[in-house]
Each structure stands twice: as structure tokens, then as C-alpha cells.
């Protein structure tokens, strides 16, 4: 099957709570996504969703993901990170590449989680080459959704998150369905949205590259120099054990991590 007849892939992101599995079930029309404990996530942990709206003549795959709660985290948390990484990016790959990013934020000020989380997935797993676009939610009392956008614009581009578009929803219903009309003019937009977004050529996924790019930047980004040390001996079991690279693709990587930015 050719990447053009295959269904398109997005990446959905987002600090813990901003409603991104909600969001898969707006879109779905069901409950398929559960959200994650904060006890058992992992960062870079996501769970693939296929949906099919024939009504829509909708068809994609949805990559759940968790993204980051906190500033920092220790060589253990970071190894597992990059575990969770090489499955989706690997996954990424065997579906015909990457057509959008999809960040799911909670309408109010731009935080720091929010804009590492941003630079995580755009710039540092996807290198700024796949579109993205902004899910704002958290909206259901805004008499018109969509004027967050004309009030916040300015503040979300100055905070250095520029998507190509953007939504202004809910993903509930509220209590005896108080805000079922705006969930389902939530739910037509989100469409619209993945429907022009899958239209736009696919961000083909170069595995080697991408995840060596993932190992150096989360390093550099979140973990504490003095965390890393005598941690090679262990990278390189993750690399095998874990990711299953041979030995020697391991070795190659480890040096790809360790060598400066061309």
C-alpha cells in the first residue's frame, strides 16, 4: 500500500489533563482513549487509535501520547522516554510517515511545561517539518469559543508556539448534556481540521536519524549532567535489550548522541 492510500497519522500531545484522550473520543464519537495515571505514564508512551467516520469520510490514526508534567527527570525516566520514543517513531514509520502534530492545550497563560512540551515534540522529534496545530479546550463556558483565539494569539505566538491552525473546543458534554451543542461544533471542527491537515503531504519518518536526534536533545533538555554520568553502559542496554538495535547500530547511535551538533 502506498503512503498516499494509507490513513493519515497524527501525533496528539499535551501536558497530563489538558483532555487529550477526551479529545480521541470527541473525534471518535465513543469512548476508545482512558486517560493515563499520573502513577503509571511514562513520558513518550502513546496509544494508537484508528478511526473511521464513513459520514465524514474521515479515516486516520491517532498516536495518544504522554507528554512532559515536569522540568526534569532522572536517567531512569529518561531511559524509558527514549524506549517509548523508538516504539512510536518505529510505529511512525511502518504507517507511512507523520501528517500532523496535534497540541492539545487547556485555555490560559502558556506555562514553561507547556512550551517544553511544544519544543519536544515540534522541534526536537519532528524537527519543525511536520504542520501543527493548536487544540485549545477547557472552553464549554465561553459564550463564543472561538474569540479565545483573537484574545490570546499574540500571547501564544510571543511564548514561540506558532501552529499552522488552530481550534477552540470543548470535549464534554457538561452535566445533562448543558453543553452538548458546543461539543458538537467542537467535534465538526476538529473534523474539518484533520480532513484539510491529512490533505497536505506526509513528513516521512528516517528512523536512525530521528531517534538519535531524540536521545541527544532530551538529554541536553531535561536531565542534569551529573545524572548522566557512567550511564553509557546502560544506554547501551536499552539500545539492545530494550529497543532491540544490534550491538553494532547501538555503538553507532551512542557515538551519533555523543558527537556535537553538525
Same mark, same amino acid.
Given at each position: 500500500m502506498s503512503s498516499q492510500s494509507r490513513p493519515p $497519522?497524527?501525533?496528539?500531545?499535551?501536558?497530563?489533563?489538558? %483532555?487529550?484522550?477526551?479529545?480521541?473520543? =470527541?473525534?471518535?464519537?465513543? *469512548?476508545?482513549?482512558?486517560?493515563?495515571? %499520573?502513577?503509571?505514564?511514562?513520558? #513518550?508512551?502513546?496509544?494508537?487509535?484508528?478511526?473511521?467516520?464513513?459520514?465524514? *469520510?474521515?479515516?486516520?490514526?491517532?498516536?495518544? /501520547?504522554?507528554?512532559?508534567?515536569?522540568?526534569?527527570?532522572?536517567?531512569?525516566?529518561?531511559?524509558?522516554?527514549?524506549?517509548?520514543?523508538?516504539? #512510536?517513531?518505529?510505529?511512525? @514509520?511502518?504507517?507511512?510517515?507523520?501528517?500532523?502534530?496535534?497540541?492539545?492545550?487547556?485555555?490560559?497563560?502558556?506555562?514553561? /511545561?507547556?512550551? *517544553? $512540551?511544544?519544543?519536544?515534540?515540534?522541534?526536537?522529534?519532528?524537527?519543525?517539518?511536520?504542520?501543527?496545530? =493548536?487544540?485549545?479546550?477547557?472552553?464549554?463556558?465561553?459564550?463564543?469559543? &472561538?474569540?479565545?483565539?483573537?484574545?490570546?494569539?499574540?500571547?501564544? +505566538? $510571543?511564548?514561540?508556539?506558532?501552529?499552522?491552525?488552530?481550534?477552540?473546543?470543548?470535549?464534554?458534554?457538561? !452535566?445533562?448534556?448543558? !453543553? +452538548?451543542?458546543? !461539543?458538537?461544533?467542537?467535534?465538526? @471542527?476538529?473534523?474539518?481540521?484533520?480532513? +484539510?491537515?491529512?490533505?497536505?503531504?506526509?513528513?516521512?519518518?528516517?528512523?536512525?536519524?530521528?531517534?538519535?536526534?531524540?536521545? @541527544?536533545? =532530551?538529554?541536553?533538555?531535561?536531565?542534569?549532567?551529573?545524572?548522566?554520568? $557512567?550511564s553509557r553502559q546502560k544506554m547501551l542496554q536499552m539500545? /539492545? @535489550?530494550?529497543?532491540?538495535?544490534?550491538k553494532e547500530d547501538a555503538v553507532q547511535l551512542l557515538?551519533?548522541? &555523543?558527537?556535537?551538533?553538525?
Amino acid at each position: 500500500m502506498s503512503s498516499q492510500s494509507r490513513p493519515p $497519522n497524527f501525533i496528539i500531545f499535551g501536558e497530563m489533563g489538558v %483532555g487529550k484522550s477526551s479529545l480521541v473520543n =470527541l473525534i471518535a464519537g465513543d *469512548q476508545l482513549a482512558e486517560a493515563s495515571s %499520573g502513577a503509571q505514564s511514562c513520558t #513518550l508512551q502513546s496509544t494508537p487509535h484508528s478511526i473511521t467516520l464513513s459520514d465524514f *469520510q474521515l479515516n486516520v490514526n491517532l498516536f495518544d /501520547t504522554v507528554g512532559l508534567d515536569s522540568p526534569t527527570m532522572n536517567n531512569a525516566g529518561y531511559l524509558d522516554a527514549l524506549v517509548k520514543a523508538h516504539e #512510536l517513531i518505529v510505529s511512525l @514509520k511502518n504507517r507511512g510517515g507523520v501528517h500532523g502534530l496535534l497540541f492539545c492545550i487547556k485555555a490560559g497563560r502558556v506555562s514553561n /511545561t507547556m512550551q *517544553q $512540551n511544544y519544543r519536544l515534540f515540534f522541534e526536537f522529534l519532528c524537527q519543525a517539518q511536520v504542520p501543527l496545530a =493548536l487544540v485549545v479546550t477547557n472552553l464549554e463556558n465561553e459564550e463564543n469559543m &472561538d474569540e479565545w483565539w483573537t484574545k490570546n494569539k499574540a500571547h501564544i +505566538e $510571543n511564548s514561540g508556539i506558532v501552529p499552522v491552525t488552530h481550534v477552540c473546543i470543548t470535549t464534554i458534554k457538561g !452535566y445533562k448534556n448543558a !453543553y +452538548e451543542a458546543r !461539543y458538537l461544533e467542537s467535534r465538526m @471542527k476538529v473534523i474539518k481540521m484533520l480532513r +484539510e491537515l491529512g490533505n497536505r503531504d506526509v513528513c516521512s519518518v528516517e528512523v536512525s536519524s530521528w531517534f538519535a536526534r531524540m536521545c @541527544k536533545k =532530551l538529554r541536553e533538555f531535561l536531565v542534569p549532567a551529573k545524572g548522566l554520568r $557512567n550511564s553509557r553502559q546502560k544506554m547501551l542496554q536499552m539500545l /539492545t @535489550k530494550r529497543c532491540k538495535l544490534p550491538k553494532e547500530d547501538a555503538v553507532q547511535l551512542l557515538q551519533r548522541i &555523543d558527537a556535537p551538533d553538525e
